[in-house]
């Protein structure tokens, strides 16, 4: 079946440091690839998509590649700062089906100063 | 603009007792969804609705009921609650539903813990 699968967390890294949180999907066809954002106290926000092969999405100093060769999109910030402490959520789309997401369970990120 | 809201925030419920969660949103979106969120499984999809008046099963729907009350609110019903069903359910609207992807704007959460 079609799936994701995040690294586990929690993530814990110093402010400035190369954050790179990991995520590879299963899919029968061709999905659209997505990561969500949740703030503490907050609801899931879009932070960034690609919808095929090769295609780079960035937002926020964010970026992912979605790599058809090896199911992956992992996500990465070149310095983190301790507002980007939150959960980050991993998703896909394939069309055909009715603008249904299947999440990944989620990597929880801590920055400390 | 307030987005997508929900109520409550927190709720705590015996075996048995049954409650509704609310949910609105102010985007004039036709479509909403409401999910699940379990410790290391992600967002499941319990309900969705693609219009006014329509409704349909997501992934895990057995023990929930759903009310789309208008274009605005979309309840979520627990007629006996179960401590499986501690969780923290997200309701969520995007614009239209079609095959293609539509950005889904997500509700602050609630979280219900069945004892």
């Known amino acids: 079946g079609n799936s994701v699968t995040q690294m586990e967390g929690p993530v814990t890294l110093s402010e400035e440091a190369f954050l790179t949180i990991n995520c590879t999907y299963t899919a029968t066809g061709y999905p659209s690839l997505f990561w969500y954002v949740q703030y503490p106290g907050e609801g899931l926000q879009l932070l960034l998509k690609?919808?095929?092969?090769?295609d780079k999405g960035s937002n926020k100093g964010f970026e992912a590649t979605y790599r058809k060769e090896t199911t992956s999109f992992h996500l990465e910030k070149g310095s983190v700062q301790v507002s980007d402490s939150a959960v980050y959520f991993c998703?896909?789309?394939?069309?055909?089906?009715?603008?249904?997401?299947?999440f990944g369970a989620g990597t929880r990120l801590a920055v400390h100063p | 603009n307030a987005g997508v809201t929900q109520t409550p925030k927190f709720q705590v419920l015996k075996t048995g007792q049954s409650m509704t969660l609310q949910c609105a949103q102010d985007m004039n979106h036709n479509s909403m969804y409401w999910y699940r969120q379990d410790p290391g499984m992600g967002l499941r999809l319990i309900y969705y609705?693609?219009?006014?008046?329509?409704?349909d099963k997501g992934e895990v729907p057995n023990g929930y009921n759903v009310s789309r009350l208008n274009k605005r609110e979309f309840s979520l019903r627990l007629e006996s609650a179960a401590p499986s069903q501690t969780s923290v359910y997200f309701c969520a609207s995007s614009d239209r539903g079609a095959s293609s992807y539509n950005e889904q704007f997500f509700g602050p959460g609630t979280r219900l813990t069945v004892l």
């Open positions: 690609a919808t095929k092969a090769d």
């Open positions: 609705s693609a219009s006014e008046g329509t409704t």
């Open positions: 998703a896909l789309f394939l069309s055909g089906g009715y603008n249904k997401l299947i």
